[in-house]
Nanobody, 123 residues
Framework: VQLQASGGGLVQAGGSLRLSCTSS????????MGWFRQAPGKEREFVAA????????SYADSVKGRFTISRDYAKNTVYLQMNSLKPEDTADYYC?????????????????WGRGTQVTVSS
């Protein structure tokens, strides 16, 4: 399984970006998917996750109400809509496929990881 994240870029505070994560094959239909991020000099942290059927989502407190995770099975793609961006959202963002069907925040439960896409929010 190969995951490809895209959609990062430079945006001003208050702006929006939509990240996409596309799988190399029709996979993950029974797996939860998640987004994580890592800022320079910081540990990787959970951002958002979605269950296998999209019925359950979970978010880090820092992004609740601003970010929305969704998935399109026909396109084998998971999205992260990021609104009201803040400078502290600046990080490399990674998508990952969970070993299980849940929308989990535990990074150790994720078996496959994509390469990061960089998000920079200027003040």
């Amino acid at each position: 399984v190969q995951l490809q994240a895209s959609g990062g870029g430079l945006v001003q505070a208050g702006g929006s970006l939509r990240l996409s994560c596309t799988s190399s094959r029709r996979t993950g239909s029974n797996n939860g998917m998640g987004w994580f991020r890592q800022a320079p000099g910081k540990e990787r942290e959970f951002v958002a996750a979605i269950s296998w059927n999209g019925s359950i989502t979970s978010y880090a407190d820092s992004v609740k109400g601003r970010f929305t995770i969704s998935r399109d099975y026909a396109k084998n793609t998971v999205y992260l809509q990021m609104n009201s961006l803040k400078p502290e959202d600046t990080a490399d963002y990674y998508c990952a496929q969970n070993r299980w069907s849940v929308a989990g925040s535990d990074a150790t439960r994720y078996a496959y990881w994509g390469r990061g896409t960089q998000v920079t929010v200027s003040s």
